[in-house]
């Protein structure tokens, strides 16, 4: 019995979260915190530094909760398939989340299908820069929220919801306004 109850109440918390309304914290016209860290990239180490992927275009940054879940998996994939069409707008793709470069070792080259790259914040600063930060149960993930960085340093396009469904299309929608393409 108490398994039911406890599954009930987190099937609430899930369903709070999930109806809350789809607005990133970091507004439109802010200026995009800056930031470099550990990423991984068809299984490879690098160091990711936002103002040097700027300076080649535009960067859609994505914070997702944890590498393997499913909500996260069904994310990465959708990202992996439209992926040319982002290259094709000269954007830069990057995943965000609190898991360690192990893990994102691994997630990078299955579920990223070695497409673009993912970046550990495993002590979630650059989440918290960018208002990007859930607790459940205790514990503090990155939560599922997407920019679009104008390649000025500006955000152009924020978009908050747990729901993976929506990222994607919306991520490319603002670059093709921002590129007027």
């Known amino acids: 019995?108490?398994?039911?109850?406890?599954?009930?109440?987190?099937m609430l918390v899930v369903a709070a979260l999930t109806a809350s309304p789809a607005l990133a914290e970091l507004k439109p016209g802010a200026p995009a915190p800056t930031f470099d860290t550990q990423a991984s990239m068809d299984g490879k180490v690098f160091?990711?530094?936002?103002?040097?992927?700027?300076a080649k275009g535009p960067v859609v940054l994505y914070f997702y909760p944890a590498a393997f879940t499913k909500g996260c998996t069904l994310e990465a994939h959708d990202f992996?398939?439209?992926?040319?069409?982002?290259?094709?707008?000269?954007?830069?793709?990057i995943g965000v989340s609190g898991d360690d470069i192990e893990k994102l070792n691994k997630f990078s080259v299955s579920e990223c299908r070695s497409?673009?790259?993912v970046?550990?914040?495993?002590?979630?600063?650059?989440?918290?820069e960018y208002d990007a930060?859930?607790?459940?149960?205790?514990?503090?993930?990155?939560?599922r929220t997407s920019y679009v960085i104008a390649q000025n340093g500006t955000v152009v396009y924020a978009y908050r919801s747990l729901d993976p469904g929506e990222h994607v299309a919306n991520t490319l929608a603002a670059l093709h306004k921002l590129l007027n393409k």
């Open 133 to 143: 930060v859930i607790s459940f149960s205790g514990n503090v993930y990155s939560d």
């Open 47 to 54: 160091d990711f530094d936002l103002k040097a992927a700027l």
């Open 119 to 128: 970046a550990s914040d495993a002590d979630h600063a650059i989440s918290k």
């Open 1 to 10: 019995m108490f398994k039911l109850i406890g599954r009930a109440a987190a």
């Open 80 to 93: 992996a398939e439209h992926i040319d069409e982002y290259h094709k707008l000269g954007a830069t793709v």
């Open 115 to 117: 497409k673009f790259a």
